[in-house]
């Protein structure tokens, strides 16, 4: 479904990523396992096509399509959706609205909003009728964007783990959001430094310095990255844009 081949992206003269292959099938889960400063944000921004993220080299393929060029809005009616470190805010919207909107535009059979929130550990009779607005918390809004990314169904969803702010229950959340997606007929890309969620995955992969290092079965990468990754030399010093954003 997904084939990242041999792509380069440079950004200010400096090199973010080199030399990166990747492959996602149809309903797998595919984990990215990376420390911070490794690529693994600018990995999921040149995929789902955001501004600035452009490759200098190499092609992005989505079932057989080249979308390296394609803007965001036309890779997300493809059926890819990414979910952000920092969730947006919809002042005036509700949380039933929210996921609705989303369910509209699933490329599979999707479950309810109440199911979704259920699934990342939300009781919907307390969280339906509220606002997707600042008067819900960085985890609730993180939540609920997991939600959603249920309710869409997408082809393809990339996970961007944000790197720090998760707890046990929303690990396990998580987990159960992924199988739940890959069950009903989504591929996952899993981007994380979290070997606990990681381990869910078909494949996973080891990044560093902006290129796979090694490939193959989770609870075997997971070892090599808690063994060898957890400080590295190699890591990317952030943007200043990249520092903004987060």
């Known amino acids: 479904m997904l084939h990242v081949a041999d792509v380069e992206l440079v950004k200010e003269g400096k090199p973010i990523l080199h030399d990166l292959n990747i492959?996602?099938?149809?309903?797998?889960?595919?984990?990215?396992?990376?420390?911070?400063?490794?690529?693994?944000?600018?990995?999921?921004?040149?995929?789902?096509?955001?501004?600035?993220?452009?490759?200098?080299?190499?092609?992005?393929?989505?079932?057989?399509?080249?979308?390296?060029?394609?803007?965001?809005?036309?890779?997300?009616?493809?059926?890819?959706?990414?979910?952000?470190?920092?969730?947006?805010?919809?002042?005036?919207?509700?949380?039933?609205?929210?996921?609705?909107?989303?369910?509209?535009?699933?490329?599979h059979a999707s479950l309810g909003p109440g199911e979704c929130l259920e699934k990342v550990g939300l009781p919907p009779t307390k969280y339906l009728r509220r606002a997707v607005d600042g008067t819900?918390?960085?985890?609730?809004?993180?939540?609920?964007?997991?939600?959603?990314?249920l309710a869409m169904s997408p082809k393809l969803a990339i996970l961007d783990e944000p790197d720090s702010g998760i707890d046990a229950l929303s690990i396990e959340n998580i987990v159960d959001v992924i199988r739940t997606l890959s069950r009903n007929g989504s591929a996952v890309l899993l981007i994380t430094h979290h070997e606990e969620v990681a381990e869910v995955a078909d494949r996973a992969s080891s990044l560093c310095g902006g290129t796979i290092l090694k490939t193959g079965e989770p609870t075997a990468i997971a070892r090599f990255y808690r063994n060898h990754c957890q400080e590295c030399p190699h890591v990317n010093v952030p943007l200043e844009q990249e520092t903004n954003h987060a």
């Open 23 to 107: 492959q996602v099938g149809e309903a797998e889960i595919r984990s990215i396992l990376g420390v911070n400063g490794t690529g693994k944000s600018t990995l999921a921004y040149a995929i789902m096509g955001l501004s600035g993220y452009e490759p200098t080299a190499g092609r992005i393929l989505f079932e057989g399509e080249d979308i390296a060029r394609l803007s965001i809005s036309e890779r997300a009616k493809r059926g890819i959706t990414l979910a952000w470190q920092e969730p947006a805010r919809f002042e005036g919207l509700t949380v039933a609205e929210y996921l609705e909107v989303g369910r509209r535009h699933a490329s």
């Open 136 to 149: 819900l918390s960085g985890g609730e809004r993180r939540r609920i964007e997991l939600a959603s990314v």
